[in-house]
């Protein structure tokens, strides 16, 4: 079962700010949040990950709370091409073997609006 | 640097017959991954392979769906027999061992 609970639609104007916010109330010390995306006929696109700290890569920022139950991904511009269903999931620490896999919820649909 | 291969890209069959699907990782990822995914859900995970042995298959319906890596590299997932409720999207996905997973373009099945 999916440890995450996440908005099921959102929308977002071309050019704005994108703030895709993920609650993980359970999540343990050892694991991390990652972010996953999948647009439409593709297959999940790795975006970003964290443990506590926020993160920023060349595609977003991930900012999680101190307390760790709740984070946020931002798409600093959002255009067409980030129309996608995003997935939040928690995931153990790499190097548990056997317990990496991704347990995946049903996402946030997100809409950029021209 | 090359992403996960995967082949078909899409697969027509009716019940009751077989179907394979081959996946082929990005290059030194000791880890692959199998999944289901079915129309408006997110992906489930079949299987786990490190190297060529399983890690874990505890949501593969082995009646029916079997996969191997052989040679802890490419890998084939098999249905046989395929019913209706097997239509969905298989895909492979691989890592380095804890590391950050990447998945390939997925094949969808439709099964009639």
């Known amino acids: 079962d999916a440890k995450t609970t996440q908005p099921p639609s959102m929308d977002c104007a071309e050019g704005r700010a994108a703030n895709l916010p993920c609650n993980h109330s359970t999540i343990s010390g050892n694991e991390y949040v990652y972010w996953y995306r999948q647009i439409h006929s593709q297959g999940p696109q790795y975006i970003i990950h964290?443990?506590?700290n926020n993160e920023t890569n060349e595609m977003a920022s991930l900012i999680i709370t101190e307390d760790r139950k709740s984070s946020t991904l931002i798409l600093p511009h959002a255009t067409l091409r980030d129309t996608a269903v995003y997935y939040c999931?928690?995931?153990?620490?790499?190097?548990?073997?056997?317990?990496?896999?991704?347990?995946f919820g049903t996402g946030t649909r997100l809409t950029i609006i021209p | 640097e090359a992403g996960v291969a995967q082949s078909p890209r899409y697969k027509i069959i009716e019940k009751r017959q077989s179907v394979a699907f081959w996946c082929n990782p990005i290059s030194g990822h000791a880890t692959l991954y199998w999944y289901q995914q079915i129309l408006g859900q997110g992906p489930k995970l079949l299987i786990q392979f490190q190297n060529n042995g399983v890690v874990d298959d505890s949501q593969l319906p082995k009646d029916r769906f079997s996969a191997e890596r052989l040679k802890g590299v490419d890998s084939t997932l098999k249905i046989q027999p395929a019913k209706l409720e097997d239509s969905a999207v298989y895909l492979c996905?691989?890592?380095?061992?804890?590391?950050?997973?990447?998945f390939g373009p997925g094949t969808r099945l439709l099964v009639l």
């Open positions: 996905a691989s890592s380095a061992v804890g590391e950050t997973q990447y």
């Open positions: 999931i928690v995931r153990v620490a790499g190097g548990v073997f056997g317990n990496e896999k991704l347990t």
């Open positions: 964290g443990l506590k």
